[in-house]
């Protein structure tokens, strides 16, 4: 098993360590320090160059601020390099952009946490990056993991050597920086937001880790469904991706080896199946294809589940959905539709809920979301259940498509603009709120239409207490 994780000869990597130019504080350097082969896959396959990252195109293009810092000082324009504060979710290449960034000429990299760190470190790193830029004539690249943890006096202990440009600082937050860094220092540093990866961004990350001298170097190969798995579950995030490959492939190793004590050795590429991704990360692939049948079957019965009211299905095909990397809001739109179509009046405030977890889906995002999500279905589908809305709709516009409905009563018809009152517009109309309990006896639909009705209210929740009352309703209206 050493030899499938172990690297190719003369392949370095942007990770190791090295004495500093000043001779004090050592810092990780990204240029030219080979990694170990018992690095982690995710750290042998970290890009050396821009054209190697995955994803993120937006912010690569020729003569971007990005190309421009990775090229160097010289590139960067007469006052020198910029900071930077890269923000996304984990997993899209904050610290691989830094990396990168550092391996410019003239460039040493040091890497502080907020977790860790305090203004003291902070201190120190400057008046070093001082002193190899006086002397050495070198730049310090400070990468900043999680700078949204730091306190608004650690920030700020920033400043000094962002604004003098000792330092390129490159600072990764998942928050959003508006609320999270203080305004001098998102002032002085570029702000470049990181999309989430998609999913032809890793799998054609994993297919290269597979092949790259410094990945698995074409001891395995990855099966289809195997490969989609490990895309599904990484979930936009690059390294996890990379982490559960390299699990798959220990697996798949390991089932190889126990086969190669019977049978003999083999130089062949080992297989990593959908059962190693299933065993190396202990979640079961689920069947489902986002475009296909699976879609759609799986929404049905969702759906039907929820109309027929059995909340432990609709809960289960809503996991199932979600799980399988579903797009959350296609499943919020569906719960509100089912909402209008079958809950209906017989509970009002189901609309109200499937139209606030839609919402509140798009506010926080996932994985919080699958909660919103469940209180949803759980109240669709325990709820009193009507279509009578959608049935009335549905008459309502089979009517007009029949060409029914001509015209409008002349004394619905506007009367505001001059003229009108000798057309008869507005003649004889009752104002409801004059009559008893705001209700007047007139004729409201065209004249073919009197006395058709669209709504029939079931006897199911909310519905049987709005029947009584469209009853007395429609003979007032209608004066029977």
Do not use: C
């Not at 370095?12 to 000043?22: K, L, N, Q």
């Not at 830094?98 to 003291?120: N, W, Y």
């Not at 299905?313 to 959905?321: C, D, E, K, T, V």
């Not at 569906?334 to 889906?361: C, F, H, N, W, Y």
Request: hydrophobic share 40%; charged share 25%; proline share 6%.
């Amino acid at each position: 098993m050493d030899d499938l994780f172990g690297q190719g000869p003369g392949n370095d990597d942007d990770e190791g360590t090295e004495p500093s130019p000043a001779g004090g504080t050592a810092g990780r350097s990204a240029s030219g320090a080979k990694a170990s082969p018992r690095s982690p896959l995710a750290v042998r396959m970290r890009p050396r160059t821009l054209d190697d990252v995955v994803g993120q195109q937006h912010l690569l293009g020729k003569g971007s601020p990005l190309r421009q810092l990775a090229a160097g000082a010289n590139a960067a324009g007469p006052a020198g390099p910029s900071s930077l504060i890269l923000w996304g979710p984990p997993g899209t290449g904050k610290t691989t952009l830094a990396h990168v960034i550092a391996r410019g000429p003239g460039r040493k990299f040091v890497e502080l946490s907020a977790v860790t760190a305090g203004i003291k470190d902070v201190r120190r790193v400057m008046d070093d990056a001082l002193t190899a830029r006086d002397l050495y004539k070198t730049t310090t690249v400070l990468f900043l993991d999680e700078i949204h943890r730091f306190n608004k006096a650690q920030q700020d202990a920033l400043l000094p050597g962002v604004e003098n440009r000792w330092v390129v600082l490159v600072a990764a937050t998942t928050e959003n920086p508006s609320f999270s860094v203080v305004s001098p220092l998102l002032s002085r540093s570029l702000l470049l937001t990181l999309k989430p990866l998609t999913d032809d961004d890793i799998e054609g990350l994993l297919l290269r880790a597979v092949t790259d001298v410094r990945g698995l170097n074409g001891k395995v190969e990855l099966s289809a469904e195997a490969l989609a798995h490990l895309v599904r579950l990484s979930g936009g995030d690059a390294r996890r991706a990379l982490t559960a490959l390299e699990a798959a492939a220990g697996v798949a190793f390991g089932d190889a080896d126990d086969v190669d004590g019977a049978a003999g050795e083999t130089n062949a590429p080992i297989m990593v199946e959908l059962k190693h991704t299933e065993r190396a990360l202990d979640v079961a692939a689920v069947r489902y294809d986002r475009v296909g049948d699976q879609h759609y079957d799986v929404a049905s019965a969702f759906i039907k589940s929820i109309r027929g009211s059995d909340v432990d299905a609709a809960l289960h095909y809503l996991a199932r959905m979600l799980e399988a990397g579903e797009d959350p809001r296609f499943v919020a739109r569906r719960i509100v539709i089912s909402a209008a179509e079958d809950v209906g009046m017989a509970d009002p405030t189901a609309l109200q809920t499937a139209v606030a977890a839609a919402q509140a889906v798009q506010l926080i995002g996932m994985p919080e979301g699958r909660l919103v999500l469940a209180e949803a279905v759980v109240h669709l589908a325990t709820a009193p259940k009507s279509n009578a809305a959608y049935l009335g709709i549905n008459k309502a516009v089979a009517d007009v498509r029949a060409g029914l409905g001509n015209g409008i009563p002349p004394h619905l018809r506007d009367a505001h603009y001059p003229g009108s009152k000798q057309l008869g517009h507005g003649l004889g109309y009752k104002y409801a709120h004059d009559a008893p309990h705001s209700v007047a006896t007139q004729q409201y639909p065209p004249d073919d239409l009197v006395g058709r009705n669209y709504y029939e209210p079931t006897a199911n929740g909310a519905e049987r207490d709005i029947a009584v009352r469209l009853e007395r309703l429609r003979k007032i209206i209608r004066g029977d």
